[in-house]
């Protein structure tokens, strides 16, 4: 399979514990992309990196999560002290830059819930 | 206000009917417009790019309008299968292409 992966598919953890995600995009792929849903919304952009660099976060982003794509391929998303409000589908997309089509390509998701 | 609106739904239509979703996007930097398709709890997935002179892709019709910042998608002949969440997604290549979309408008085809 050669899409966008993550892992794990489903968190489930109490309210004041960390949290760790992990994307791997499409292997191509330079840019990578974090984005978040909740219930009856469309996802909402947080960060994306291109290659190791990450170039933009959202007002989203507190200081509470932080993203990091060391060697510019898989990227990993962490929360600290997670609160009830961080529950939601956090999703992952990967695109090539520079070939004029911006088409992004999604993960199956983290759905986490923070109890 | 929402960057991109759209139709609230739920749309109920029966099987073989045309429906014809309908989005606006406020920001005139916007370069890049689609079409996604989202399964209940599952991911977006790309239904078709939209181009400013329309374009086709078998039932589906998709139409923009950079004067009135309008973006539709048309389905026709409508299947039981094509029944889940679309949003409306516009694209800003300089700001790193980042994607923003409107909140969907689900669809249920009925038999």
């Known amino acids: 399979d050669t899409g966008v992966s993550q892992n794990p598919r489903h968190k489930i953890t109490k309210r004041g514990q960390n949290v760790t995600f992990r994307c791997d995009p499409i292997?191509?792929?330079?840019?990578l992309y974090w984005y978040r849903q909740t219930l009856g919304q469309g996802p909402e952009f947080l960060t994306y990196?291109?290659?190791?660099?990450?170039?933009?976060k959202s007002r989203l982003l507190s200081d509470r999560f932080s993203a990091e794509r060391p060697k510019g391929s898989f990227s990993t998303l962490e929360i600290q002290r997670t609160e009830q409000g961080d529950s939601a589908m956090y999703l992952c997309a990967s695109s090539r830059s520079g070939t004029g089509s911006y088409e992004q390509y999604f993960g199956p998701g983290t759905r986490l819930t923070v109890t | 206000r929402k960057e991109v609106e759209q139709d609230p739904g739920p749309f109920n239509v029966p099987e073989g009917a045309t429906v014809a979703f309908n989005c606006t996007y406020s920001?005139?930097?916007?370069?890049?417009f689609f079409w996604y398709r989202q399964d209940c709890r599952k991911e977006p997935k790309l239904l078709m790019s939209v181009y400013s002179s329309g374009n086709e892709d078998g039932r589906f019709t998709a139409q923009l309008n950079r004067a009135s910042q309008y973006i539709s998608l048309l389905i026709r002949d409508s299947k039981l299968s094509d029944s889940a969440t679309y949003l409306c997604v516009v694209n800003r290549p300089n700001q790193g292409g980042k994607l923003i979309f409107g909140q969907g408008t689900e669809l249920s085809v009925k038999p």
């Open positions: 920001n005139s930097a916007s370069q890049s």
């Open positions: 990196f291109q290659n190791e660099a990450q170039l933009e």
């Open positions: 292997s191509e792929h330079n840019r």
